[in-house]
Protein backbone atom coordinates (compact mmCIF):
# COMPACT_ATOMS: atom_id res chain seq x y z
CA UNK A 1 0.00 0.00 0.00
CA UNK A 2 3.03 2.05 0.75
CA UNK A 3 4.48 2.10 -2.74
CA UNK A 4 0.97 2.77 -4.08
CA UNK A 5 0.43 5.83 -2.21
CA UNK A 6 4.06 6.80 -2.70
CA UNK A 7 3.52 6.36 -7.17
CA UNK A 8 0.34 8.33 -6.93
CA UNK A 9 1.75 10.76 -4.82
CA UNK A 10 4.48 11.20 -7.66
CA UNK A 11 1.78 11.46 -10.56
CA UNK A 12 -0.14 14.23 -8.74
CA UNK A 13 2.99 15.99 -8.05
CA UNK A 14 3.91 15.67 -11.86
CA UNK A 15 0.32 16.89 -12.46
CA UNK A 16 0.88 19.68 -10.34
CA UNK A 17 4.09 21.26 -11.82
CA UNK A 18 2.68 21.46 -15.01
CA UNK A 19 -0.34 22.65 -13.89
CA UNK A 20 -3.88 21.32 -13.68
CA UNK A 21 -5.89 21.14 -16.83
CA UNK A 22 -8.98 20.25 -18.22
CA UNK A 23 -6.95 16.99 -19.88
CA UNK A 24 -5.54 16.13 -16.47
CA UNK A 25 -8.16 16.67 -14.17
CA UNK A 26 -9.76 13.13 -13.86
CA UNK A 27 -6.76 11.89 -13.35
CA UNK A 28 -5.78 14.31 -10.25
CA UNK A 29 -9.10 12.99 -9.04
CA UNK A 30 -7.98 9.90 -9.54
CA UNK A 31 -4.53 10.24 -7.91
CA UNK A 32 -6.16 11.90 -5.12
CA UNK A 33 -9.12 9.41 -4.39
CA UNK A 34 -6.33 6.51 -4.47
CA UNK A 35 -4.15 8.40 -2.16
CA UNK A 36 -7.45 9.06 0.49
CA UNK A 37 -8.30 5.07 0.03
CA UNK A 38 -4.93 4.35 0.90
CA UNK A 39 -4.69 6.26 3.62
CA UNK A 40 -8.59 4.93 5.25
CA UNK A 41 -7.00 1.37 4.96
CA UNK A 42 -3.77 2.27 6.77
CA UNK A 43 -6.24 4.12 9.50
CA UNK A 44 -8.46 1.30 10.30
CA UNK A 45 -5.01 -1.10 9.93
CA UNK A 46 -3.69 1.42 12.83
CA UNK A 47 -6.46 1.01 15.14
CA UNK A 48 -8.61 4.14 13.80
CA UNK A 49 -5.93 7.23 14.00
CA UNK A 50 -4.49 8.42 11.42
CA UNK A 51 -1.07 7.50 10.04
CA UNK A 52 1.30 9.63 11.10
CA UNK A 53 3.54 8.48 8.27
CA UNK A 54 0.93 10.31 5.78
CA UNK A 55 0.31 13.79 7.27
CA UNK A 56 4.14 14.20 8.99
CA UNK A 57 5.80 14.16 6.05
CA UNK A 58 4.55 17.23 4.12
CA UNK A 59 2.35 15.15 1.29
CA UNK A 60 -0.69 16.52 2.64
CA UNK A 61 -4.12 18.46 1.11
CA UNK A 62 -3.09 22.02 3.04
CA UNK A 63 -2.66 24.80 0.72
CA UNK A 64 -3.69 28.45 1.59
CA UNK A 65 -2.42 32.08 0.53
CA UNK A 66 -0.02 33.39 2.20
CA UNK A 67 -0.91 35.99 4.06
CA UNK A 68 1.98 38.88 3.26
CA UNK A 69 2.48 37.94 -0.39
CA UNK A 70 -0.58 36.91 -1.23
CA UNK A 71 0.58 33.67 -3.62
CA UNK A 72 -1.16 30.19 -3.38
CA UNK A 73 1.16 27.73 -1.78
CA UNK A 74 1.89 24.04 -0.63
CA UNK A 75 2.19 24.40 3.13
CA UNK A 76 3.55 21.15 4.54
CA UNK A 77 1.36 18.80 7.28
CA UNK A 78 -2.39 19.72 7.36
CA UNK A 79 -2.85 17.80 10.36
CA UNK A 80 -0.20 19.46 12.12
CA UNK A 81 -1.76 19.47 14.83
CA UNK A 82 -2.33 15.70 15.25
CA UNK A 83 0.77 15.02 14.28
CA UNK A 84 2.59 16.63 16.83
CA UNK A 85 4.19 19.27 13.86
CA UNK A 86 3.97 22.45 16.22
CA UNK A 87 5.95 24.84 13.64
CA UNK A 88 2.75 26.94 13.01
CA UNK A 89 2.13 27.51 17.15
CA UNK A 90 5.83 27.19 17.79
CA UNK A 91 6.36 30.45 15.08
CA UNK A 92 3.23 32.23 16.51
CA UNK A 93 4.90 32.05 20.41
CA UNK A 94 8.32 33.05 19.56
CA UNK A 95 6.87 36.34 17.49
CA UNK A 96 4.24 37.32 20.22
CA UNK A 97 7.62 37.09 22.67
CA UNK A 98 9.42 39.18 20.42
CA UNK A 99 6.52 41.79 20.09
CA UNK A 100 5.88 41.58 24.56
CA UNK A 101 9.24 42.35 24.63
CA UNK A 102 9.41 45.32 21.61
CA UNK A 103 6.15 46.78 20.78
CA UNK A 104 7.04 47.84 17.27
CA UNK A 105 5.36 47.43 14.70
CA UNK A 106 7.57 45.72 12.25
CA UNK A 107 7.38 42.97 15.40
CA UNK A 108 3.89 43.05 16.03
CA UNK A 109 3.28 42.54 12.02
CA UNK A 110 5.43 39.36 12.24
CA UNK A 111 3.85 37.81 15.14
CA UNK A 112 0.11 39.04 13.51
CA UNK A 113 0.68 37.22 10.04
CA UNK A 114 2.06 33.86 12.53
CA UNK A 115 -1.02 33.72 14.15
CA UNK A 116 -2.56 34.05 11.08
CA UNK A 117 -0.95 31.04 9.47
CA UNK A 118 -1.73 29.04 13.03
CA UNK A 119 -4.93 30.24 12.95
CA UNK A 120 -5.61 28.97 8.90
CA UNK A 121 -4.09 25.95 9.91
CA UNK A 122 -6.43 25.17 12.66
CA UNK A 123 -9.28 26.30 10.20
CA UNK A 124 -7.65 23.47 7.29
CA UNK A 125 -7.27 21.01 9.77
CA UNK A 126 -10.83 21.31 10.96
CA UNK A 127 -12.04 20.89 7.52
CA UNK A 128 -10.16 18.15 6.26
CA UNK A 129 -11.43 16.44 9.60
CA UNK A 130 -15.28 17.10 8.58
CA UNK A 131 -14.40 16.28 5.13
CA UNK A 132 -12.83 12.54 6.39
CA UNK A 133 -15.64 12.03 9.05
CA UNK A 134 -17.33 8.65 8.27
CA UNK A 135 -20.17 9.12 10.57
CA UNK A 136 -22.92 12.04 11.68
CA UNK A 137 -21.39 11.49 15.35
CA UNK A 138 -17.75 12.83 14.29
CA UNK A 139 -19.22 15.35 11.63
CA UNK A 140 -21.56 16.84 14.83
CA UNK A 141 -18.35 16.83 17.07
CA UNK A 142 -16.16 18.77 14.73
CA UNK A 143 -19.62 21.35 14.28
CA UNK A 144 -19.65 21.61 18.03
CA UNK A 145 -16.49 22.22 18.22
CA UNK A 146 -16.57 24.99 15.41
CA UNK A 147 -19.55 26.67 17.39
CA UNK A 148 -17.46 27.27 20.25
CA UNK A 149 -15.21 28.98 18.17
CA UNK A 150 -17.58 31.16 17.09
CA UNK A 151 -18.87 32.05 19.94
CA UNK A 152 -15.54 33.51 21.50
Same mark, same amino acid.
Given at each position: ?? /??????? $???????? $????? &???????????? +? /??? !?? =?? +???????? &???? @?????? @???????????????????????? #? #???? !?? @???? $?????? &?????? /????????? !? %???????????? %?? #????????? =??????? /? =????
Amino acid at each position: MH /KLRENAE $KELKAIEE $KGLTS &SNLDNAYKLVEI +M /KGV !DK =IE +MMQDGGGY &SRDN @YDNGNS @YRRGRNQRTGEYMHRPSHYSRLSG #D #DTDM !DE @YRSR $KMEYSN &SRDDGT /KNRMLDALE !D %FMSGVHGMMKQM %FK #DADCREERE =IIQNWAR /K =IAEM
